[in-house]
């Protein structure tokens, strides 16, 4: 059984600041998503990394993929009022399955 | 437009009472599922679909029935809804598990 940590669970700073989210786990996965989640909708991807070592960046967005393919973490600087929702991480194993898991999720508030 | 669709986007219902959460979508996606979404656990997978006709567990199938008898719909069952299926439902689909998932808007269902 594979063990999916993300952290930390709530996050409440003022605009401006920075801030990282971690999705950990004891498993090696061959890809990982990140989405967003706005209230009263769904999730919406935000991106995919798939090689271990791997920087995204989408605008004031900094997604990395550990080494081993074991751990990621989003990085935003200068939080925005607009960057406020909820954070999922999602790790996709090898071999297709089907099955998909989804970290507990990293609530965010972005205070003006 | 791309999109999923479900429905109803609310319903309230007493214990026992079939009822069905229909999920559509129109992007010819092969796979889809079903979670659902409690404070402080994420989203949790409770069916999936890699085509029609071929349907399997996710995390926590248990009360839950799903079909796939066409492509583009994939509606799930509470047979008998209980009080702990309270929740926040959401389809999503994709080309594939490891693609990105499209999301449905969510059906909030309070079972009383």
């Known amino acids: 059984t594979q063990l999916l940590e993300q952290s930390p669970q709530f996050l409440s700073i003022q605009e401006g600041e920075n801030l990282t989210v971690y999705c950990n786990s004891s498993s090696v996965f061959s890809s990982l998503q990140w989405y967003r989640q706005e209230p009263g909708e769904g999730p919406v991807l935000l991106v995919t990394?798939?090689?271990?070592?791997e920087v995204k960046k989408l605008k004031r967005l900094t997604f990395q993929f550990g080494d081993a393919r074991k751990d990621s973490s989003l990085h935003i600087t200068a939080a925005q009022p607009g960057d406020t929702g909820l954070y999922l991480c999602a790790p996709i194993l090898s071999g297709n399955t089907g099955k998909l898991i989804f970290g507990q999720g990293t609530t965010l508030q972005v205070k003006p | 437009e791309a999109q999923v669709t479900q429905n109803p986007r609310y319903l309230i219902t007493v214990t026992g009472k079939k009822l069905t959460v229909t999920c559509s979508q129109n992007m010819n996606h092969e796979y889809m599922s079903w979670y659902r979404q409690d404070p402080g656990l994420g989203l949790r997978q409770i069916y999936y679909s890699m085509n029609v006709e071929v349907t399997d567990k996710g995390d926590v199938p248990e009360g839950y029935k799903v079909s796939r008898k066409e492509k583009r719909n994939f509606p799930l069952i509470l047979e008998s809804p209980s009080p702990n299926q309270t929740s926040l439902y959401f389809c999503?689909?994709?080309?594939?598990?490891?693609?990105?998932?499209?999301f449905g808007p969510g059906t909030r269902l309070t079972v009383t």
């Open positions: 990394v798939v090689t271990g070592g």
């Open positions: 999503a689909s994709s080309f594939a598990p490891d693609y990105e998932q499209y």
